[in-house]
């Protein structure tokens, strides 16, 4: 009988333990389900709240990291580059002429009413196809060849009007790189200060000088690749206004020549 009762006794202890140790273990998982679920919804938040940030908003905060001394240096550059790219701009489309056109306006004023008619023509027209055709016109009173000397002089300023301050441009374009790299050595440099001062190596300690060191390194090159597409374009309208002159310049000798027989 006595071990009757024990052997209830035991299982009731054991039927209590287990239900006690379910209890606990169902807590433990119900407490960690909702730390799980809570840092869930915490990171979605997180990841909302970046992917609804603009890009210009993202690129200013990295502009904010990297410091206002190089960086400001080669914000000003892009300012200044772009500033020299779109006045060249404006002044390029301006100097463009429909040479074509130009051309025969003034073989038709030159067969109906002379060489005055001619230079009317060309004071009436923009561009340095047309400056040219005028100096050309304007000693071709003299003799041919004067008339030739007269247009490959002019035509020599008028291609320095055309490239003025380009120069500018490609002293930016080099410029920024350098001062990104210059950023990123200082930064480096500074964070192997803290390295030696501390005496080791920790990724906390370093992390903050080596990204604004990377980031003026990216916004040097950013920089220097918006001006280096500006300056390709500039680059390929001199090119294509200078030929128009060339071409244009042997046309009006050609004319000049048979005006005179």
Known sequence: ????????????LFVLSTNTVSAKANAIVSNLSTTVATATIMLQDEAMDES????????????????????????????????????RIIYLNMASTNTTKLKQQVEDALASGGIEAAKEVCRNTKGPVASIYYQGLDRAGESIESAEKAVVAYGGVQMGQLEKNVSWLS???AIAPMLGFMGTVIGMIQAFQKISAVGNLSASLI???????????????????ILQIFYNYIIAKID????????SSITLIDMLVDHKK
Do not use: H, P, W, Y
């Not at 294509?240 to 071409?247: K, P, R, T």
């Open 1 to 12: 009988m006595k071990r009757l009762f024990s052997i209830l006794a035991m299982a009731g």
């Open 52 to 87: 609804t940030k603009g890009f210009t908003q993202v690129l200013k905060e990295q502009f904010i990291q990297g410091g206002a001394g190089f960086m400001g240096i080669v914000l000003l550059c892009l300012i200044l580059g772009l500033a020299v790219a779109i006045e």
């Open 171 to 173: 002293l930016f374009i």
């Open 207 to 225: 992390a903050g000088d080596i990204q604004v060191a990377l980031l003026t390194t990216v916004f040097g090159l950013i920089t220097a690749i």
């Open 240 to 247: 294509s206004i200078v030929n128009d002159m060339e071409d």
